[in-house]
């Protein structure tokens, strides 16, 4: 499994993280998310998964999130790179997930039952929920963590 670094090309013109095709995962620590890369990579037609620690989250997205998030984007996604940077902040590491051909909802079933707090996938035009957020994701994208 490869580690998660930012590629620019995920990034939009205005600074959000925006990758097209891939689904981003959290979870509640770094274990939890190498477990769960065994399981989201059985799904069929998974690309590539990457391990997102804590630290490479933060260094990833906080100074964008905290630029972007002056101004919301239409879409949103400035409110989840804050997500992203919170949950991080409080230990939380994710799964970069290169969505390919995989079936939206096994995947979604294969996250859920791996224990992710939120999934996104990042679909042109649309970011999906692939998970029911849990309460304290929800705090994070209000920045109350």
Same mark, same amino acid.
């Given at each position: 499994?490869?580690?998660?670094?930012?590629?620019?090309?995920?990034?939009?013109?205005?600074?959000?993280?925006? /990758?097209?095709?891939?689904?981003?995962?959290?979870?509640?620590?770094?274990?939890?998310?190498?477990?769960?890369?065994?399981?989201?990579?059985?799904? $069929?037609?998974?690309?590539?998964?990457?391990?997102?620690? /804590?630290?490479?989250?933060?260094?990833?997205?906080?100074?964008?999130?905290?630029?972007?998030?002056?101004? $919301?984007?239409?879409?949103?996604?400035?409110?989840?790179?804050?997500?992203?940077?919170?949950?991080?902040?409080?230990?939380?590491?994710?799964?970069?997930?290169?969505?390919?051909?995989?079936?939206?909802?096994?995947?979604?079933?294969? #996250?859920?039952?791996?224990?992710?707090? #939120?999934?996104?996938?990042?679909?042109?035009?649309?970011?999906?929920?692939?998970?029911?957020?849990? $309460?304290?994701?929800?705090?994070?994208?209000?920045?109350?963590?």
């Amino acid at each position: 499994m490869a580690h998660f670094t930012a590629d620019t090309h995920h990034f939009s013109m205005t600074g959000a993280y925006y /990758p097209k095709d891939h689904v981003f995962a959290m979870f509640a620590d770094t274990a939890a998310a190498q477990a769960a890369a065994e399981r989201v990579g059985a799904v $069929p037609g998974v690309g590539a998964v990457s391990l997102a620690e /804590p630290g490479a989250i933060q260094q990833a997205f906080a100074e964008r999130a905290a630029e972007v998030g002056g101004a $919301p984007s239409v879409g949103r996604e400035d409110q989840f790179m804050l997500r992203f940077v919170e949950l991080a902040r409080a230990g939380r590491a994710g799964l970069l997930i290169e969505a390919g051909r995989a079936d939206t909802a096994a995947l979604s079933a294969v #996250l859920a039952t791996s224990g992710a707090v #939120l999934a996104y996938h990042y679909r042109a035009l649309v970011i999906e929920e692939l998970v029911e957020s849990t $309460p304290r994701a929800e705090a994070a994208a209000a920045g109350k963590l």
